[in-house]
């Protein structure tokens, strides 16, 4: 079973950047479309990006422009670069696979982003 770890959340004012990172287990990572979702308090959790075993992305019209998915098939692992954050964008993000195309894998403990001045 893969294991996944979130990191690289934190407090951020609005109009700020962060960089997540998703570390992956396992030697069969780079086969998969992999994405970032996230989970705001009382909403349904959401796929907000999303990136084939080839590179190809597709991101939700919500984070279109301003965030960028990308993965390092050697190390196993995924990342999201945010940029001009809203408070909106506060949730707990997560990774693992692209669930429109795969089962996704056990949910890891995600990162928290709040995003607030």
């Known amino acids: 079973q893969v294991q996944l770890v979130e990191s690289g959340g934190g407090l951020v004012q609005p109009g700020g950047s962060l960089r997540l990172s998703c570390a992956a287990s396992?030697?069969?990572?780079?086969?998969?479309?992999m994405g970032w979702y996230r989970q705001a308090p009382g909403k349904r959790r959401e796929l907000v990006a999303a990136?084939?075993?080839?590179?190809?992305?597709n991101y939700a019209d919500s984070v279109k422009g301003r965030f960028t998915i990308s993965r390092d098939n050697a190390k196993n692992t995924v990342y999201l670069q945010m940029n001009s954050l809203k408070p909106e964008d506060t949730a707990v993000y997560h990774c693992?696979?692209?669930?429109?195309?795969?089962?996704?894998?056990?949910w890891g403990q995600g990162t928290q982003v709040t995003v607030s001045s």
């Open positions: 693992n696979k692209d669930w429109t195309i795969a089962t996704p894998w056990a």
């Open positions: 990136i084939s075993s080839g590179g190809s992305t």
């Open positions: 396992g030697r069969i990572f780079s086969i998969y479309g």
